[in-house]
């Protein structure tokens, strides 16, 4: 594999420890950071053409494979790049990967640049959104909470507010938390909308409105009176 070999010179053992351990030991690490990683695979890929949408598949799925961490971080990066070739029917190939090796640093890349992008240009995945929030997996919840993260002015407000209810009752700490986030950054754009659903929500955790109050008061701050 291409980027395991450019990967493994460059691996610092020492730094694996730390990132190991910052990520509760969940996985291991080669030792790369993010600056040096990105450049590798850069230079280790330039001389391919972009890929369609089945290699893209294949690539990720493969990377997914690998042991180390920096494989699905660079994973996660291929998708980012080259989504816009991926179809309404990669949502499957992106939920394979949100349950497989799942913790929060993949899962909220694969949301935001992966998941996100898909649905706002298949505007039917919409409907597997629904789907997804209502799910027993934790880590497509999120997803389905955190999707719309990126669009900013163009999020779907009665959709996020409508997950949010559903989920505003769960036990799990990273649901709660991606509640808090994703009305957190909706907040930057409709601060009063957000408000006024924290008021009229009262099922939502402490720790969501918490989060999602600090957008709210944020947004107010730098708009003034």
Same mark, same amino acid.
């Given at each position: 594999?291409?980027?395991?070999?450019?990967? &493994?010179?460059?691996?610092?053992?020492?730094? $694996?420890?730390?990132? $190991?351990?910052?990520?509760?030991?969940?996985?291991?690490?080669?030792?790369?950071?993010?600056?040096?990683?990105?450049?590798?695979?850069?230079?280790?890929?330039?001389?391919?053409?972009?890929?369609? &949408?089945?290699?893209?598949?294949?690539?990720?799925?493969?990377?997914?494979?690998?042991?180390?961490? &920096?494989?699905?971080?660079?994973?996660?990066?291929?998708?980012?790049?080259?989504?816009?070739?991926?179809?309404?029917?990669?949502?499957?190939?992106?939920?394979?990967?949100?349950?497989?090796?799942?913790?929060?640093?993949?899962?909220?890349?694969?949301?935001?640049?992966?998941?996100?992008?898909?649905?706002?240009?298949?505007?039917?995945?919409?409907?597997?959104?629904?789907?997804?929030?209502?799910?027993?997996?934790?880590?497509?919840?999120?997803?389905?909470?955190?999707?719309?993260?990126?669009?900013?002015?163009?999020?779907?407000?009665?959709?996020?507010?409508?997950?949010?209810?559903?989920?505003?009752?769960?036990?799990?700490?990273?649901?709660?938390?991606?509640?808090?986030?994703?009305?957190?950054?909706?907040?930057?754009?409709?601060?009063?909308?957000?408000?006024?659903?924290?008021?009229?929500?009262?099922?939502?955790?402490?720790?969501?409105?918490?989060? $999602?109050?600090?957008?709210?008061?944020?947004?107010?701050?730098?708009?003034?009176?």
């Amino acid at each position: 594999m291409r980027l395991r070999t450019v990967f &493994e010179p460059e691996a610092d053992a020492e730094w $694996a420890v730390g990132a $190991a351990a910052y990520m509760r030991n969940q996985f291991p690490f080669l030792g790369l950071r993010t600056p040096t990683r990105r450049r590798l695979a850069k230079q280790a890929l330039a001389d391919l053409p972009p890929p369609t &949408e089945a290699q893209l598949a294949a690539a990720t799925r493969l990377l997914w494979e690998q042991p180390e961490r &920096e494989f699905q971080y660079a994973g996660c990066d291929l998708l980012a790049e080259h989504v816009s070739v991926a179809g309404p029917g990669f949502i499957d190939v992106a939920r394979e990967l949100v349950v497989t090796r799942s913790w929060w640093d993949t899962v909220d890349a694969l949301a935001t640049h992966t998941v996100g992008p898909l649905v706002r240009r298949h505007s039917e995945l919409a409907s597997v959104m629904d789907d997804w929030i209502r799910s027993e997996n934790m880590w497509v919840a999120r997803t389905a909470l955190l999707h719309q993260l990126t669009y900013r002015a163009d999020t779907d407000a009665d959709r996020l507010f409508a997950y949010c209810r559903t989920r505003a009752g769960d036990p799990e700490f990273f649901i709660r938390k991606a509640i808090g986030w994703a009305l957190r950054t909706y907040a930057a754009h409709e601060p009063e909308r957000v408000a006024s659903f924290l008021l009229d929500t009262p099922s939502l955790s402490p720790l969501s409105v918490r989060e $999602a109050t600090k957008g709210v008061e944020r947004t107010r701050r730098r708009r003034g009176p």
